[in-house]
């Protein structure tokens, strides 16, 4: 090793916060608030500190399969804009420890989720892990247009994992849960795909937008904002979400589809109709499961 | 984290040595959460059974 290379590096000056960013802390947030909602679904009986320590485990393990996608991602994340300032492609952290912390966390979350509640729980998080980082990130996302379909199935599994803690079961409500999510995905990252095509295409990632283009993109994402409210009746049609939920869930679909019309039918080199979805997409999730734990906290229904 | 010292036996930065202790102090407080969450989740699933234990 030269001088130079020596001092080029900046590795011994990582602090805690460097650490944590490997972990995904937004990403994290969403998982929380919808294993949060599973929980608060589910009926049974297990101790509000178990509770809240089951869900700390869940949220680890969302944090764990973030350091692990770093890892394997940091030859992508170092061309792509909205990622080069990560840890890794900043040089801050190395490689090899974001795999460590992120190993090392995935079985100290799945030991702590089958002692805090119990064995479908825990499995259902190794397994959710293992998706993410293996059939996702290794495997699908670099190989085929729908990586983000398929993989979606982690993001949407963390309900149904909050739902088995505190129950020990995973009933059709607890994969409602599971249907909304896995089918807001794709609209939601092709709405970003939309608008940073370039970042995608340079990283030579097989994307919807780079792959099939724009407008076979726009069309796709307005038939998933139709398929999506009507996943977001199934709540209320199968009896687990009353009036509250339904009427918010109606206010909310009508924005998506709204706004993925107007994606849609955008001239070709406007970009603000991806961007706007985008951001709402956020807000729908976020609004949709917060209208259902209200509810079920408020007692309004069931 | 390899530290350039250990390969190089070039002393630290005084602005290096802080991150180091930072690090070591976030790795501690890990540490000590994860006993405490270990010991909560021993005593509370055992609940009433720690006061009709055998012994």
């Given at each position: 090793?030269?001088p130079?290379?020596?001092k080029?590096d900046?590795?011994?000056?990582?602090?805690?916060r460097d650490?944590?960013?490997?972990?995904?802390?937004?990403?994290?947030?969403?998982?929380?608030?919808?294993?949060?909602?599973?929980?608060?679904?589910?009926?049974?009986?297990?101790?509000?500190?178990l509770?809240?320590?089951?869900?700390?485990?869940?949220?680890?393990?969302a944090?764990?399969?973030?350091?692990?996608?770093?890892?394997w991602?940091?030859?992508?994340?170092?061309?792509m804009?909205?990622?080069?300032?990560?840890?890794?492609?900043?040089?801050?952290?190395?490689?090899?420890?974001?795999?460590a912390?992120?190993?090392?966390l995935t079985?100290?979350s799945v030991?702590l989720?089958?002692l805090?509640?119990?064995?479908?729980?825990?499995?259902?998080?190794?397994?959710?892990?293992?998706?993410y980082?293996?059939?996702?990130?290794?495997?699908l996302?670099?190989l085929?247009?729908?990586?983000?379909?398929?993989?979606?199935?982690?993001?949407?599994?963390?309900?149904?994992?909050?739902?088995?803690?505190?129950?020990?079961?995973?009933?059709?409500?607890?994969?409602v849960l599971?249907?909304?999510?896995?089918?807001?995905?794709?609209?939601?990252?092709?709405?970003?795909?939309?608008?940073?095509?370039?970042?995608y295409a340079?990283?030579?990632?097989p994307?919807?937008?780079?792959?099939?283009?724009?407008?076979?993109?726009?069309?796709?994402?307005?038939?998933?904002a139709?398929?999506?409210?009507?996943?977001?009746?199934?709540p209320?049609?199968?009896g687990?979400?009353?009036?509250?939920?339904?009427?918010?869930?109606?206010?909310?679909?009508?924005?998506?589809?709204?706004?993925?019309?107007?994606?849609?039918?955008?001239?070709e080199?406007?970009r603000q109709?991806?961007?706007?979805?985008?951001?709402?997409?956020?807000?729908?999730?976020f609004?949709i499961?917060?209208?259902?734990?209200?509810?079920?906290?408020?007692?309004?229904?069931? | 984290?390899?530290?350039?010292?250990?390969?190089?036996?070039?002393?630290?930065?005084?602005?290096?040595?802080?991150?180091?202790?930072?690090r070591?102090?976030?790795?501690a407080?890990?540490?000590?959460?994860?006993v405490l969450?270990?010991?909560l989740?021993?005593?509370?699933?055992?609940?009433?059974?720690?006061?009709e234990?055998?012994?």
């Amino acid at each position: 090793m030269t001088p130079v290379a020596i001092k080029s590096d900046t590795y011994a000056l990582a602090g805690p916060r460097d650490y944590i960013v490997l972990l995904k802390p937004r990403v994290m947030s969403l998982v929380i608030f919808t294993a949060l909602v599973g929980m608060a679904a589910a009926p049974g009986g297990l101790h509000p500190a178990l509770a809240a320590i089951s869900l700390l485990a869940i949220a680890v393990g969302a944090g764990a399969s973030g350091a692990l996608n770093m890892w394997w991602d940091a030859d992508i994340d170092a061309v792509m804009a909205r990622t080069a300032s990560r840890p890794i492609p900043m040089r801050r952290v190395p490689r090899a420890e974001a795999a460590a912390l992120g190993g090392f966390l995935t079985a100290l979350s799945v030991a702590l989720l089958a002692l805090a509640a119990n064995y479908l729980a825990a499995g259902l998080l190794a397994f959710t892990i293992f998706f993410y980082v293996v059939i996702y990130s290794m495997w699908l996302k670099r190989l085929t247009p729908q990586n983000i379909v398929i993989g979606g199935a982690a993001g949407a599994l963390p309900p149904v994992i909050g739902w088995a803690a505190v129950s020990g079961t995973a009933p059709l409500e607890a994969w409602v849960l599971f249907a909304i999510i896995f089918i807001w995905t794709p609209p939601h990252f092709w709405a970003l795909a939309l608008f940073k095509k370039g970042d995608y295409a340079r990283a030579g990632i097989p994307m919807m937008p780079v792959v099939k283009g724009a407008r076979a993109t726009r069309r796709q994402v307005f038939i998933y904002a139709l398929v999506l409210v009507a996943a977001s009746v199934a709540p209320f049609a199968i009896g687990m979400a009353g009036a509250f939920y339904i009427a918010a869930a109606a206010v909310l679909g009508a924005g998506f589809v709204w706004l993925a019309w107007r994606v849609l039918t955008a001239a070709e080199t406007d970009r603000q109709p991806a961007m706007r979805l985008f951001r709402f997409s956020m807000i729908y999730l976020f609004g949709i499961f917060a209208a259902l734990l209200f509810e079920r906290l408020a007692g309004l229904h069931g | 984290m390899a530290d350039r010292a250990d390969m190089t036996g070039e002393a630290l930065s005084p602005e290096e040595k802080t991150k180091r202790g930072q690090r070591n102090l976030a790795i501690a407080l890990g540490l000590g959460v994860f006993v405490l969450l270990v010991f909560l989740v021993t005593i509370l699933r055992l609940g009433g059974s720690v006061a009709e234990r055998a012994f």
